[in-house]
């Protein structure tokens, strides 16, 4: 991604932390992770992310999600004997988001994916967030979400993020922050 | 505590967090804890909690604090041998806070303690957050802080809560849940 479009795109993520009344400091706006999963296709599939705090023990981040944007298909796997794998709790402050989890199929999900990005998204039970609702995914657990047609933002909890260990259903799919 | 005084200071905080744009549940608002730490001084000394999520790996917690609480000294200790204790990140959303951890004491510190509560008040190095600014703590520091004029909220990022094995300055403290 050229710094140019990164800027861009982390000055439109601020307008919408702006917007839900979150506020974060000049640095981090400057180092807003733009994750466009390797894809360069932004608009559907993406996530803008503020990390506010990642140690040895716990994690928490801001998610931005565009709208309509999805984050794709993936699971955090077992790290090691003493680390089963990334757990989280996502929850909604601002917006909607839709996400998928393994299950029974949801009938109508509110989802709208672009044809090209269906095959990698195989789980299809709906959870949808609305602002303050949230959900615990255990570790390992297929999952994906979407936000809704005014974008969303989404605080993240969770323990130790590490994500060049994640594991995507789309193998094209590589998980490295796009800002050079 | 009665539990109609309670209610109107689970009340209280409720409108601060609607205030500063914190969507919560109205499950969330029945279950808001008000922590007096045994004092009955909820003015100047207390905490509002909304627990989001406490497992065993992580826990995020929203403080609402009123104007010029007091959280009263304390720290988290060492649990076991796997245990160092529980650390914990403070991220102001909303309003001042004026936290104080060890270090050469801060020559006009912008805490306004009531006469009876400092003796039992340490640490007077000064840290104040403003909205965006945020500060984390090693397992076993001393530190307390206090809300500015206009109260504070405080999203608390961290590992495990055990509040029970908190150790406190004031020897009359009793770290329970005050709401029965």
């Given at each position: 991604?050229?710094?140019?479009?990164?800027?861009k795109?982390?000055?439109?993520?601020?307008?919408?932390?702006?917007?839900?009344?979150?506020?974060?400091t000049p640095?981090?706006h400057?180092?807003?992770?733009?994750?466009?999963?390797?894809?360069d296709?932004?608009?559907?599939?993406?996530l803008?992310?503020v990390?506010?705090?990642?140690?040895?023990?716990?994690?928490?981040?801001?998610?931005v999600?565009?709208?309509?944007?999805?984050?794709?298909?993936?699971?955090?796997?077992?790290?090691?004997?003493?680390?089963?794998?990334?757990?989280?709790?996502?929850?909604?402050?601002?917006?909607?988001?839709?996400?998928?989890?393994?299950?029974?199929?949801?009938?109508k999900?509110?989802?709208?994916?672009?044809?090209?990005?269906?095959?990698?998204?195989?789980?299809?039970?709906?959870?949808?967030?609305?602002?303050?609702?949230?959900?615990?995914?255990?570790?390992?657990t297929?999952?994906?979400?979407?936000?809704?047609?005014?974008?969303?933002?989404?605080s993240?909890?969770?323990?130790?993020?590490?994500?060049?260990?994640?594991?995507?259903?789309?193998?094209?799919?590589?998980?490295?922050?796009?800002?050079?």
């Amino acid at each position: 991604m050229r710094l140019a479009t990164g800027v861009k795109l982390q000055n439109r993520a601020l307008a919408f932390l702006t917007k839900a009344g979150i506020t974060i400091t000049p640095k981090e706006h400057r180092q807003i992770e733009i994750a466009d999963f390797g894809l360069d296709d932004i608009d559907n599939v993406g996530l803008e992310i503020v990390v506010y705090e990642n140690n040895d023990r716990y994690c928490a981040k801001e998610l931005v999600m565009f709208p309509r944007q999805i984050c794709p298909e993936h699971r955090h796997p077992p790290l090691s004997k003493q680390n089963i794998g990334k757990q989280e709790t996502f929850r909604c402050r601002w917006g909607e988001v839709y996400l998928y989890v393994p299950g029974g199929r949801t009938r109508k999900p509110k989802a709208q994916v672009p044809e090209q990005y269906k095959k990698y998204l195989t789980v299809w039970r709906e959870i949808v967030l609305a602002p303050g609702d949230q959900y615990t995914l255990r570790p390992n657990t297929l999952h994906w979400f979407q936000a809704g047609d005014e974008g969303a933002i989404i605080s993240e909890f969770s323990s130790t993020s590490v994500d060049e260990s994640d594991v995507f259903t789309d193998p094209r799919i590589q998980r490295v922050p796009e800002i050079e």
